[in-house]
Nanobody, 124 residues
Framework: QMKLVESGGGSVQAGGSLRVSCAAS????????MGWFRQAPGKEREGVAT???????RYADSVKGRFTISQDNAKNTLYLQMNSLKPEDTAIYYC??????????????????WGQGTQVTVSS
């Protein structure tokens, strides 16, 4: 069983930066997908960024050039660096993880493990 714990959310003014982290523990995979998702009030959850064990990344169009997903394998930690934040980035941010099959594209993965979420609020 894998456990994911997010941290680092908070409140920031538009144009500011935040970094959220996701610590993974328990069983981990050598071939994996990990990702960040977000859900704003009254909206469906959406993908923000994904990364795989090869380091390949993909971003939602709305965050390209502003957000960066990265990982520290030694610490089993996933990060999302968020720059130039906008009020529309306000949401609960969740990290997710799961096994990655050969050649599987993480962006389309149906993730099985989720963290509890961390609130990010951007004020104008």
């Amino acid at each position: 069983q894998m456990k994911l714990v997010e941290s680092g959310g908070g409140s920031v003014q538009a144009g500011g930066s935040l970094r959220v982290s996701c610590a993974a523990s328990g069983y981990t995979y050598s071939s994996y997908c990990m990702g960040w998702f977000r859900q704003a009030p009254g909206k469906e959850r959406e993908g923000v960024a994904t990364i795989d064990n090869d380091g390949s990344t993909r971003y939602a169009d709305s965050v390209k050039g502003r957000f960066t997903i990265s990982q520290d394998n030694a610490k089993n930690t996933l990060y999302l660096q968020m720059n130039s934040l906008k009020p529309e980035d306000t949401a609960i941010y969740y990290c997710a993880a799961d096994f990655r099959s050969t050649l599987e594209q993480c962006w389309y993965k149906d993730f099985g493990y989720w963290g509890q979420g961390t609130q990010v609020t951007v004020s104008s």
